[in-house]
Nanobody, 123 residues
Framework: VQLQACGGGLVQAGDSLRLSCAAS????????MGWFRQAPGKEREFVAA????????LYADSVKGRFTISRDNAKGTVYLQMNSLKLEDTAVYYC?????????????????WGQGTQITVSS
């Protein structure tokens, strides 16, 4: 399974941005999916996750209320709507396919990873 993430870029604080991640195969439709990010000099961290049927979502406290994860299984795509972006949201964002039907905050529960897309938030 190959994942292609896109939608990153340079934005100002307070702006909104939507990331999308398309999977090359429909396998991802039966699996949970997630978004992670890695800022310069920091470890990769969990952002959001969603179950296979979009019945449940999970968010990091730092993005709760600002970011929304969703998915379209017909398109094999997961989205991350990011509102009220902050400087500290600057990072490379990665999408990933879970090993199970459930989303998870633990990166070791993911089996396939996208190449990452850069988001830079400026003041």
């Amino acid at each position: 399974v190959q994942l292609q993430a896109c939608g990153g870029g340079l934005v100002q604080a307070g702006d909104s941005l939507r990331l999308s991640c398309a999977a090359s195969r429909r396998t991802s439709s039966n699996n949970g999916m997630g978004w992670f990010r890695q800022a310069p000099g920091k470890e990769r961290e969990f952002v959001a996750a969603i179950t296979w049927n979009a019945g449940n979502t999970l968010y990091a406290d730092s993005v709760k209320g600002r970011f929304t994860i969703s998915r379209d299984n017909a398109k094999g795509t997961v989205y991350l709507q990011m509102n009220s972006l902050k400087l500290e949201d600057t990072a490379v964002y990665y999408c990933a396919v879970s090993r199970s039907a459930w989303g998870s905050s633990n990166e070791y529960n993911y089996q396939y990873w996208g190449q990452g897309t850069q988001i830079t938030v400026s003041s």
